[in-house]
């Protein structure tokens, strides 16, 4: 059983900042992939940035330059650092990681979501 919890989401400003965080634990052998995504109100849901065990990082065209991605191996916990906020970033954001289980199971495993309002 493998499980991921996020935390950070709330209300912000525009021009705001949050950090969001997500915690992977249970059976894991190793992690590959992490990533956040997020859904809006009537959108479907999209990749806001991922990161892979290496440190090679991908983000969304709208975050570039205001969201940044990190992960704590040790910890296998990834980290959204979100800046300068825009009412178009409230959404759900969901946590993601693509593992192996200590039975050598291949598993995509997502959170339970936080939401992230901005609004003045």
């Known amino acids: 059983q493998v499980q991921l919890v996020e935390s950070g989401g709330g209300l912000v400003q525009p021009g705001g900042s949050l950090r969001l965080s997500c915690a992977a634990s249970g059976s894991i052998f190793s992690i590959n992939v992490m990533g956040w995504y997020r859904q809006a109100p009537g959108k479907e849901r999209e990749l806001v940035a991922s990161?892979?065990?290496?440190?090679?990082?991908k983000y969304a065209d709208s975050v570039k330059g205001r969201f940044t991605i990190s992960r704590d191996n040790a910890k296998n916990t990834v980290y959204l650092q979100m800046n300068s906020l825009k009412p178009e970033d409230t959404a759900v954001y969901y946590c993601n990681a693509d593992l192996h289980t200590r039975t050598y199971q291949y598993l995509r495993v997502w959170g339970q979501g936080t939401l992230v309002t901005v609004s003045s």
């Open positions: 990161i892979t065990s290496g440190g090679s990082t």
